[in-house]
């Protein structure tokens, strides 16, 4: 993996779990990039690198267009903030292999305020804080 693949899982998994943090610890931040790595693991349908897993259009909602999030993951600015640091030292520890799978092979989750159409109840591994984990796809 490369140093952008870490800085893109990082800037993700902050985009999308930061606000866990705090009230479930790493942990929450760990299962974001869990189901990065286990989409990896699917390159024909998510993409080969994990830059293109998460920039991929309407898969990680911290990247579309009109979320605000993206404005604040694009920027320098979170540099500073040590959950950040937290997120980078989580990344490049989850695509050397080294962080266990917290999801239990999830390769989809959502927040709890909603609930997307391929929600199924039978596919749930593992929910934590905010956050619904599943796994839908069979074993490649």
């Not at 699917?42 to 309407?58: F, S």
């Not at 600015?77 to 799978?101: H, Q, S, Y």
Request: proline share 5%.
């Amino acid at each position: 993996m490369t140093n952008y693949d870490i800085d893109i899982c990082a800037r993700t998994i902050y985009g999308e779990a930061r606000g866990e943090y705090q009230a479930h610890g790493p942990a929450a931040l760990i299962a974001v990039g869990n189901v990065i790595l286990n989409r990896h693991k699917r390159p024909e349908k998510y993409g080969k690198t994990v830059a293109d897993i998460c920039l991929k259009p309407r898969q990680f909602s911290c990247w579309d267009q009109k979320d605000p999030n993206r404005l604040v993951i694009q920027g320098d600015t979170i540099m500073t903030d040590p959950v950040f640091n937290i997120c980078l030292i989580i990344a490049r520890k989850i695509v050397e292999g080294l962080w266990p799978d917290l999801t239990r092979g999830s390769d989809h989750y959502h927040n709890t305020s909603c609930l997307p159409y391929w929600a199924r109840a039978g596919k749930v591994q593992l929910r934590l804080g905010k956050h619904v984990f599943y796994k839908l796809e069979k074993e490649a």
